[in-house]
């Protein structure tokens, strides 16, 4: 996506255009106006409004229809649509139905039993599921899966039912997890140590204490082959050195192969010091100019570490509020609790009804303690629709009473 006007996005201070973004202020405003909002859910779960596929709408839409106490059979109907709408339907019911609707889950069964995109649809429900609610199924899938133009990837829930499934040849490979990290890096700087084997020992590395002084200077050795990317991981191993990277990243900065001078550039962008400042407040204004909704969560957290010295970029991250991305909020909300606290006790408790996780995650860490944010952590904390980290925290904020606040 390149151009909020394309989608045609309500305004986004209406309810159908916070809805359309998954912003928490407009669950609120939906719940004082059902009646009039129904139209905008349902609406909501026909059409992708997501900016990017990372966003989240499935659980902030389920919870709409169950708020809101609508019909879930518009959503049913749905099913029958292409593939795409199918699958969202599908993710929304299957919350439904978690949530007690009844209505949902034998929704979807029928539709196993019937629809076009069933299959999808199983391995759907089989992993949200309980197997109590869809192994019955499984002469239903035995019935109609040698009308499929392919045999399934997935092994659930096709292996348990007897059906075969496609499989890719899997030679496993010996577990790193044993050797030392002086073995781990000498595998990396050994030429001939194939790629995969490398990724591994990056992944065991990433798990233990930074070995700066080894890894730094493999760095620009653990390309691809074709020299065009870096090997996988190789970015997170560099960023747990953190500052201890930054000498090295000069040099890497102006190297001739970009993914390592796009490497260098970045750690530099990242550990900058006061003089950067000016120029990440530039930046985050261009983004805003060009509305470039990707992307500027990291300008954000780069400014979050200069604190209120970066005043000057609260205007542009309370703007960032209000895109359809709704993926970055979090990195908005950080960097202005780093920078800039006024005002920021509504905007967490507008988090606490978001439909992106992280958000919510700081809604329950940072909501003021009143009866309202205390009864809507419980109700976070006791659905069965919500994930366990939010579940999970919302429960430690109660019996605290009080949870830390964002600093």
């Known amino acids: 996506m390149s151009d909020e006007y394309e989608m045609s996005y309500a305004h986004f201070d209406s309810v159908e255009g916070l809805l359309q973004r998954g912003r928490g202020l407009g669950a609120v405003r939906a719940l004082?106006?059902?009646?009039?909002?129904?139209?905008?859910?349902?609406?909501?779960?026909?059409?992708?409004?997501?900016?990017?596929?990372?966003?989240?709408?499935?659980?902030?839409?389920?919870?709409?229809?169950?708020?809101?106490?609508?019909?879930?059979?518009?959503?049913?109907?749905?099913?029958?649509?292409?593939?795409?709408?199918?699958l969202r339907a599908c993710e929304v019911l299957e919350l439904l139905a978690l949530a007690g609707s009844d209505e949902a889950r034998?929704?979807?069964?029928?539709?196993?039993?019937?629809?076009?995109?069933?299959a999808?649809?199983?391995?759907?429900?089989s992993a949200g599921w309980p197997p109590e609610w869809w192994e019955d199924l499984g002469d239903v899938a035995r019935a109609r899966i040698?009308?499929?133009?392919?045999?399934?990837?997935?092994?659930?829930?096709w292996t348990r039912f007897g059906i075969a499934v496609q499989s890719r040849p899997f030679v496993p490979r010996p577990s790193l997890a044993g050797l030392s990290t002086a073995e781990l890096l000498t595998l990396l700087a050994d030429a001939r140590t194939e790629n995969a084997t490398k990724v591994d020992a990056l992944r065991a590395l990433n798990g233990r204490?930074?070995?700066?002084?080894?890894?730094?200077?493999?760095?620009?050795?653990?390309?691809?082959?074709?020299?065009?990317?870096?090997?996988?991981?190789?970015?997170?191993?560099?960023?747990?050195?953190?500052?201890?990277?930054?000498?090295?990243?000069?040099?890497?900065?102006?190297?001739?192969?970009?993914?390592?001078?796009?490497?260098?550039?970045?750690v530099?962008?990242?550990?900058?010091?006061?003089?950067?400042?000016?120029?990440?407040?530039?930046?985050?204004?261009?983004?805003?100019?060009?509305?470039?909704?990707?992307?500027?969560?990291?300008?954000?957290?780069?400014?979050?570490?200069?604190?209120?010295?970066?005043?000057?970029?609260?205007?542009?991250?309370?703007?960032?509020?209000l895109p359809p991305h709704s993926y970055e909020r979090a990195a908005?909300?950080?960097?202005?609790?780093?920078?800039?606290?006024?005002?920021?006790?509504?905007?967490?408790?507008?988090?606490?009804?978001?439909?992106?996780?992280?958000?919510?995650?700081?809604g329950i860490a940072s909501a003021p303690a009143n009866p309202e944010t205390l009864g809507r952590i419980a109700v976070l904390r006791d659905d069965p629709m919500e994930t366990p980290e939010v579940r999970a925290a919302a429960r430690t904020r109660l019996v605290a009473h009080s949870g830390p606040r964002l600093s």
Do not use: M
């Not at 034998?106 to 069933?118: I, M, N, P, S, T």
């Not at 909300?333 to 995650?361: F, K, P, Q």
């Open 332 to 362: 908005y909300l950080e960097a202005l609790a780093a920078i800039n606290r006024n005002g920021l006790d509504y905007v967490c408790t507008e988090s606490l009804w978001d439909c992106e996780e992280t958000a919510r995650l700081l």
């Open 268 to 321: 530099l962008a990242d550990h900058a010091g006061p003089e950067a400042l000016p120029g990440l407040v530039e930046e985050l204004a261009e983004q805003w100019a060009a509305r470039a909704w990707c992307g500027p969560d990291r300008t954000a957290r780069r400014l979050a570490r200069f604190g209120p010295d970066a005043a000057d970029a609260v205007p542009y991250l309370r703007r960032f509020w």
């Open 146 to 157: 040698g009308a499929e133009a392919e045999l399934p990837w997935f092994s659930e829930p």
């Open 209 to 266: 204490e930074p070995a700066a002084e080894g890894l730094i200077p493999l760095v620009p050795s653990l390309g691809t082959s074709d020299g065009r990317r870096s090997l996988p991981l190789l970015r997170r191993a560099v960023e747990r050195l953190g500052t201890l990277a930054v000498p090295a990243a000069h040099g890497w900065a102006r190297d001739d192969h970009p993914w390592l001078a796009q490497l260098g550039t970045d």
């Open 106 to 118: 034998e929704g979807l069964r029928a539709y196993v039993r019937k629809g076009e995109h069933w």
């Open 32 to 86: 004082q106006d059902p009646r009039g909002s129904a139209v905008f859910v349902y609406h909501g779960i026909r059409r992708d409004w997501r900016w990017d596929g990372v966003d989240d709408r499935s659980l902030y839409l389920a919870r709409l229809v169950q708020d809101l106490e609508l019909s879930p059979a518009p959503v049913v109907d749905q099913l029958a649509g292409d593939e795409g709408a199918c």
């Open 120 to 125: 999808r649809v199983l391995e759907s429900v």
